[in-house]
Every structure is written in C-alpha cells, then in structure tokens.
C-alpha cells in the first residue's frame, strides 16, 4: 500500500522583518539563501546576523535548489496525513527544515535526491519544498 502524501492546506509562515527578500524571491520560484561576506558561508533560515560569526555583512544568493535528505519523518496521523517532515542538505551547504512533496511517503529515503519545487500557502505565499528527482 502506498502512502502518496496528499495535499493540504498549507498554514501561513511568520514572516520576519528583513524575511521579505526571501519570499519575495520563491514568489519568483527562487530558493536564495543569506550568505555571510565576511566568514563566506550560506545559512539557513534567514536572520540579521550569521549564525556563524554574528556579522551583519550579509547579502542574498540565489541556491541551487538541489539537495538530498539528510532526515525525515512521516506524519501519518491528523488532519492532511500522511505528509513528510525533513531535513535536506542543501548542496550548498545549509541544511533545511522543508516538506517532502508530491510523492509516495514511503519511498522517502536518507540520501535521496530532491529538488525545490514551491506549494502556496492559505493565503498565496510561496513556500519551498523539496520533490525527489
């Protein structure tokens, strides 16, 4: 038996201010990251500070929007079940809490590669998530 996620009402994220870039650009079906000028690493979630060095000096980069799971959880229970939780290692670094879409739940795979695809929220934003290749 096959556990096909299915499609759901997808809640509204809190948008921080100086988040706006980023959903700006997956509105345009982009995936950037905030890349640090000074230790020159990305980073994942979006922030005013690098998790790294705590430098302000920070600009956007648009990502690959490649990857491949790093770990993952099926929810099979609850109102849109079954859906996917994961954690995909971004090929350019960051990890990234994201979901697992249109696909069989259980054909999900520790290492399986993936790539960004955009699913709209209640209200019309654009939300990154990840589909295998």
């Known amino acids: 038996m096959t556990s096909t996620v299915v499609e759901r009402v997808i809640k509204d994220p809190a948008i921080n ?9 997956a509105d345009r079906g982009q995936l950037v990251l905030r890349f640090c000028t000074s230790c020159r ?15 302000t000096d920070l600009s956007w980069k648009e990502a690959a929007g490649t990857g491949e799971i790093y770990s ?8 849109g079940a079954p859906y996917c939780i994961a954690y995909v290692k ?25 790539r960004v695809v955009f699913k ?14």
């Open 17 to 25: 201010p100086g988040d706006e870039p980023y959903f700006e650009a």
């Open 41 to 55: 690493r990305p980073h994942h979630y979006p922030r005013a500070l690098c998790p790294f060095c705590w430098s």
């Open 72 to 79: 993952y959880s099926v929810m099979r229970r609850g109102t």
């Open 90 to 114: 971004l090929d350019d670094g960051p990890k990234m809490l994201t979901n697992i879409v249109d696909t069989d739940c259980d054909a999900i795979a520790i290492g399986q590669r993936v």
């Open 120 to 133: 709209r929220s209640e209200s019309g934003v654009a939300i990154p998530m990840f589909t295998p290749v």
